[in-house]
């Protein structure tokens, strides 16, 4: 199962338009078609996030914006990838040994702290989605308790 199948059905489990979540993402109607057909770098990225999220032991939300509302977020430039980096830091992990642990290389994850990744798009999109539909970001990733992709 793709993770824009999960996205689909938790759209229309609770009869919302693709209009209005296009809307509500800040997004036009055929971006957003595009990920709930998991033909978009949300597939690939939206996993990373919640990878982070798991290994450095904070709430998905948390990572996307400082207070995890979608309002606050992209309020500063490159905000996501400095949330990362600071609880990173913070945490006393090496950008070495948390990009082995989430399957990419420390190029990758320091170009994701320096903002430079469509994570930077792609977090604040799933906060706006997670808030339309009432739910945690993460339970996104792991509906059931299962991950997107065993189900």
């Known amino acids: 199962m793709k993770l ?3 996205l689909q059905k938790e759209r229309t489990n609770l009869d919302i338009s693709i209009d209005e979540m296009a809307g509500a993402m800040g997004m036009i109607r055929e971006n957003y078609t595009s990920y709930e057909k998991g033909d978009s ?3 690939k990225w939206a996993p990373i996030l919640a ?4 290994k450095l032991k904070v709430p998905t939300s948390r990572l996307i914006s ?5 309002g606050d977020t992209q309020k ?3 905000q996501c990838g400095k949330r990362i980096k600071k609880i990173r830091e913070n945490n006393g ?3 070495e040994d948390l990009a082995q642990k989430i399957g990419i290389t420390a190029k990758e994850l320091g170009s994701i702290e320096k903002g430079e990744s469509v994570l930077e798009d ?3 999109q799933l906060l706006y989605f997670a808030e339309k539909i009432k739910q945690p970001v993460f339970n996104l990733f792991s509906p059931g ?3 997107y992709e065993e189900l």
Do not use: R
């Not at 990878?51 to 798991?54: C, D, G, L, N, T």
């Not at 400082?66 to 979608?70: F, I």
């Open 93 to 95: 992990i090496t950008i």
């Open 41 to 43: 770098d949300f597939e």
């Open 66 to 70: 400082k207070s995890g509302k979608a």
């Open 4 to 6: 824009g199948e999960i």
């Open 76 to 78: 500063e430039k490159d």
């Open 145 to 147: 308790g299962l991950w």
């Open 51 to 54: 990878k982070i999220a798991i």
């Open 122 to 124: 792609i977090g604040p």
